[in-house]
């Protein structure tokens, strides 16, 4: 096999088909686009950032699967926002599947990531991607193509991206299919 056609990828998904969740269970409408953030709560993960991206993503939900050390901080920034209605902490949770198969767009806002488990997921279950350029997305990701990235940090940038995703139905398309082949 010639070089050129080798690729490590450092990790896999193996997914078995789940249903999606009843999203009233978290008090989400089914008419809304609803992101998916699957993430522990820490500053390297940039849910700060999506927290404020999110006030430029007025139709949109969000539901951030994890825990961890940030849980109080980002739930004052959610308040503070105004993003009470739309933003949903789910804690920790073991239904990746369910959740994935249920979310309309995948957001993986992470400031540091060595790989991120997380890309690999969103292509398996043919979600578009949304991310930053931490190590790992960035290695793997190719903006417009498999998914669009971000500048790590940039408010501005990535609700532009995820208002993207969700308006533009041929882009979407594009990345889900060439994600899906990744």
């Given at each position: 096999?010639?070089?050129?056609?080798?690729?490590?990828?450092?990790?896999?998904?193996?997914?078995?088909?789940?249903?999606?969740?009843?999203?009233?269970?978290?008090?989400?409408?089914?008419?809304?686009?609803?992101?998916?953030?699957?993430?522990?709560?820490?500053?390297?993960?940039?849910?700060?950032?999506?927290?404020?991206?999110?006030?430029?993503?007025?139709?949109?939900?969000?539901?951030?699967?994890?825990?961890?050390?940030?849980?109080?901080?980002?739930?004052?920034?959610?308040?503070?926002?105004?993003?009470?209605?739309?933003?949903?902490?789910?804690?920790?949770?073991?239904?990746?599947?369910?959740?994935?198969?249920?979310?309309?767009?995948?957001?993986?806002?992470?400031?540091?990531?060595?790989f991120g488990a997380v890309v690999i997921e969103a292509?398996?279950?043919?979600?578009?991607?949304?991310?930053?350029?931490?190590?790992?997305?960035?290695?793997?990701?190719?903006?417009?193509?498999?998914?669009?990235?971000?500048?790590?940090?940039?408010?501005?940038?990535?609700?532009?991206?995820?208002?993207?995703?969700?308006?533009?139905?041929?882009?979407?398309?594009?990345?889900?299919?060439?994600?899906?082949?990744?």
């Amino acid at each position: 096999v010639p070089a050129e056609n080798v690729h490590v990828l450092h990790i896999y998904a193996e997914f078995e088909k789940a249903a999606p969740i009843d999203r009233a269970e978290f008090d989400t409408p089914d008419d809304v686009p609803l992101l998916l953030s699957l993430s522990r709560l820490h500053v390297k993960k940039g849910l700060d950032v999506l927290l404020e991206a999110m006030v430029k993503v007025p139709d949109a939900y969000l539901w951030i699967a994890g825990s961890g050390p940030l849980e109080n901080e980002l739930k004052a920034q959610m308040k503070a926002l105004n993003l009470e209605d739309r933003v949903r902490f789910l804690g920790w949770r073991n239904d990746r599947e369910a959740l994935l198969a249920t979310a309309d767009v995948c957001v993986f806002p992470s400031r540091y990531e060595p790989f991120g488990a997380v890309v690999i997921e969103a292509w398996a279950t043919e979600k578009p991607l949304v991310t930053a350029k931490a190590a790992g997305p960035k290695a793997y990701v190719q903006n417009e193509e498999n998914g669009l990235i971000v500048e790590i940090d940039d408010v501005e940038a990535l609700a532009q991206s995820i208002n993207r995703v969700i308006q533009d139905k041929d882009l979407c398309a594009h990345i889900v299919k060439n994600g899906k082949k990744a």
